[in-house]
């Protein structure tokens, strides 16, 4: 086996180190001048020839040109060529299209078609009387012309309320007061009955004068226009604003707004039915 040494200190050296373990010498001028080892030389296989050897191979060298392809040089468009040569106004391999070699004629100088002749239609034309049938009539119509001012129907106004009348917006009822009545009692059954929303509890309608057979809590009185309020010995009373009305109470006077309490009972609790007394 082949050894290196150092030319500057004479230890050896590895193959291909640059700098000498021992000295720190520069040592790649040893490799430049000594050949490589046969590890390092490139491998031929048999029948490759070596790597200075020309034109050892079995198989024919590759034709080289000008430029050093070893593909052919384009055939010359003029000489061999299998299609005829370009024409430079064009560009195009292809002759030019003959003016006259269309089947079809060419077409009119305005670039349409042939306008159409009047006389060319097998059938006649049209004329504002040809029509089979006949033109509508102003008066053909089985219905009368609309009206813009009867268009809609009229609404009719709601007559205002003409007489004094109770409101329980609670449970969404209006009890009329009659005009020709002096006395108007009030009780279970008049506010049960104006009702349109019912109560929470619907026991508490009979809380309303439940000791009285006739179901009447309080009575409204009507002389010359003027409205009171009495109460008639009701089982929980009949307030109007604070004041409870009771037994010796006389009748209390009413203007309109003023609000009536009657107390009723709602799941074993004490409530308040509010009524107002509306005037015309």
């Known amino acids: 086996m082949t050894s290196y040494h150092c030319p500057n200190c004479g230890k050896e050296i590895s193959f291909g180190e640059s700098i000498c373990p021992n000295c720190k010498a520069n040592v790649t001028d040893v490799w430049e001048q000594t050949p490589q080892p046969k590890d390092s030389q490139p491998k031929v296989a048999p029948g490759m020839g070596t790597p200075n050897s020309v034109n050892n191979s079995p198989f024919p060298p590759p034709i080289s040109n000008n430029a050093g392809t070893p593909f052919p040089p384009p ?71 609309a009206n813009e001012s009867s268009s809609s129907s009229p609404v009719t106004p709601v007559a205002p309320i003409s007489t004094a009348y109770l409101e329980i917006p609670r449970i969404g009822a209006k009890i009329m007061i009659p005009p020709n009545v002096s006395r108007f009692r009030i009780g279970r059954n008049e506010i049960q009955g104006a009702a349109t929303q019912a109560l929470p509890d619907l026991n508490a309608y009979k809380n309303i004068s439940r000791k009285r057979e006739n179901s009447e809590h309080f009575i409204i009185h009507c002389q010359n226009g003027q409205y009171s309020i009495e109460d008639i010995h009701s089982t929980n009373g009949t307030y109007i604003g604070t004041m409870k009305l009771g037994p010796g109470v006389p009748p209390q006077p009413l203007k309109d707004g003023d609000k009536i309490i009657v107390p009723v009972e709602e799941f074993g609790k004490m409530v308040q039915l509010e009524i107002y007394f509306r005037m015309p």
């Open 75 to 145: 055939v010359n468009n003029n000489v061999g060529a299998p299609f005829p040569p370009t024409n430079p106004n064009s560009g195009s391999p292809f002759p030019p299209p003959v003016a006259s070699s269309s089947p079809f004629p060419p077409p009119a100088d305005n670039n349409s078609f042939p306008p159409a002749q009047p006389s060319s239609s097998p059938f006649p034309s049209p004329t504002p009387s040809s029509s089979p049938f006949p033109p509508p009539a102003a008066s053909s119509s089985p219905f009368p012309p």
